[in-house]
């Protein structure tokens, strides 16, 4: 016999996942609009539980003396508030409030909303979700998007800019030398933070080794970096990991290099 099991913070996911899909789509079809906020609201819900639940096994039922049923999305949040597990701003508990209400409201009977409402609370939902995740749940939930399915989102005005914002609040509280972030090569934002070798863009969670040049000394993607094969007087071989420019001059300067 075969059970299907899933965890709660796997789950959590998998909806988070499904709703940046119909948050997509939602721009041609509006329809998509409903499960784009009812599956993020599952998700935020979800990923609550789980942060109680690693706290204490038994703070995800609503009567700790009674564990049967598990707690709605309000007690949670009043539950990670009073744990001080968590402190959320103004603007992030309205828009779960909201979404809470909304998701009730297509479930049980109809909504009505302006899409431009519907966009700027999504937009706080969204980036909340990926920053809750990463910072409590030490998971970066941009890993379960597809590339092409985080584009699309990327490429959405209102997205980008939320998790822009969020992006340089992070690179200020991390206290991130602004010289060291640098231009993502994926999303194009100024979030790419080479320090410490975190390697990483804070929008798009994009990542590349960063390389020193080994003749110039500066700091390239590797991407950008080319091994040469030098071989020395005495007749000895060795590799370097070179910068296109400083390629360029060894190769005017020593012609017959190979490089990879
Ligand atoms: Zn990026
Ligand atoms: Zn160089």
């Known amino acids: 016999m075969s059970r299907f099991e899933l965890s709660l913070f796997e789950n959590s996911k998998g909806f988070f996942q499904e709703s940046i899909r119909h948050a997509v789509a ?25 942060h109680l639940r690693r706290a204490h096994p038994l703070l995800v039922f609503a009567d700790v003396d009674n564990p049967k049923a598990t707690v709605t999305l309000r007690k949670a949040l009043d539950r990670v508030g009073h744990a001080k597990l968590v402190t959320l701003t103004e603007k992030e508990a309205t828009a779960i409030l909201k979404a809470n209400e909304w998701r009730n409201a297509v479930t049980h009977y109809e909504v009505s909303e302006e899409v431009a409402n519907l966009q700027f609370v999504y937009a706080s939902l969204l980036g909340f979700y990926l920053d809750y995740t990463f910072d409590k749940l030490d998971f970066d939930t ?32 991390d206290k991130i030398d ?27 969670g994009f990542r590349e080794k960063v390389l020193q040049c080994e003749r110039c000394n500066e700091s390239f993607f590797e991407s ?22 400083c390629k360029e001059e060894l190769r005017q300067e020593h012609w017959g290099y190979d490089d990879d």
Do not use: M
């Open 142 to 173: 941009r890993a379960v998007l597809d590339d092409s399915l985080l584009t699309k989102l990327l490429a959405i005005e209102h997205y980008r800019q939320e998790l822009v914002d969020r992006a340089e609040a992070r690179i200020a509280a």
């Open 26 to 50: 939602a721009e041609a079809d509006p329809h998509a609009w409903k499960y784009a906020i009812t599956f993020i609201v599952q998700a935020i819900e979800l990923a609550l539980k789980e």
């Open 178 to 204: 602004t010289g060291l972030v640098w231009i993502c090569p994926s999303c194009d934002a100024g979030a790419f933070v080479i320090q410490d070798d975190i390697n990483t863009c804070y929008v798009c």
């Open 224 to 245: 950008e970096t080319h091994r040469l094969d030098v071989e020395w007087d005495f007749g000895a071989e060795r590799y370097e990991r070179v910068c296109g420019n």
